[in-house]
């Protein structure tokens, strides 16, 4: 039996039944894998896709929150999730990059202004590697310091707000051009109260976005 680091069966892959599966024909890893293995999914899913969170968190106080937070409530069972802590060096390889369709920059207790940070080159570097090498492709989500992220690395400006409080409840109102979003119309929700009642959303932050990048466009 043949079976590689991401538990894919290969062409050469050989069913055991539960009897057989025991410390000698197996390893513990194997085991203890095939004991929340759902067999059902893996023949409905065969090949799975690939995911990465971008953890840009440095705060041990939140150390892999992101990951519990964001993999734990997005991901399916057909997907398999990569984590890199870009603040720690661990920077995706090319053979990442063309085989994960969609990345998910976190948020952090750092400013994408801080120029004493020497990782942020390196998250704007690999934010600018992924869309060369995927192209219209590339999906990249950004959350909080995540957005404030890609608008920095694709040539917007980010910085402090001013005369604003950190902690705020806040209407946000939708731009026309979001509310006919094919993906809007299809979410169920209803448009007439989107547009004119817009969402109520709690905020904790202290950062935005003074500048679009090129060709950025704004949705509220």
């Known amino acids: ?45 065969p090949k799975k896709k690939y995911y990465a969170i971008i953890n840009c968190e440095s ?4 150390y892999n929150i992101y990951e519990g937070l964001y993999q734990g409530y997005l991901q399916k069972e057909h997907e398999i999730w990569l984590s890199f802590n870009i603040n720690k ?29 020497p990782w942020l ?18 999906r990249i989500f950004g959350i909080c310091f995540g957005h404030q992220a890609l608008a920095k690395a694709f040539g917007g400006e980010t910085e402090k707000m001013q005369n604003e409080e950190l902690l705020i409840k806040q209407r946000i109102h939708f731009t026309e051009n979001f509310l006919q979003k094919e993906f809007v119309k299809k979410s169920g929700v209803s448009l007439q109260m989107l547009k004119e ?18 060709n950025g466009e704004l949705y509220g």
């Open 197 to 214: 009642e817009g969402v109520l959303l709690n905020q904790a932050h202290g950062d935005h976005i003074s500048k679009l990048p090129p």
């Open 89 to 117: 060096g661990v920077v995706p390889t090319e053979d990442d990059i063309q085989k994960v369709s969609g990345w998910v920059v976190t948020g952090s207790t750092c400013a994408t202004y801080d120029k004493t940070l």
């Open 1 to 45: 039996m043949l079976w590689n680091s991401n538990y894919e069966p290969n062409s050469n892959f050989q069913w055991f039944s539960k009897e057989e599966i025991t410390p000698t024909t197996c390893s513990s890893d194997f085991i203890e894998y095939m004991s929340k293995f759902d067999i059902k999914a893996h023949l409905k899913f």
């Open 121 to 138: 080159d390196d998250l704007f570097k690999l934010l600018n590697n992924i869309m060369k090498v995927k192209g219209k492709q590339t």
């Open 59 to 62: 705060n041990r106080a939140w």
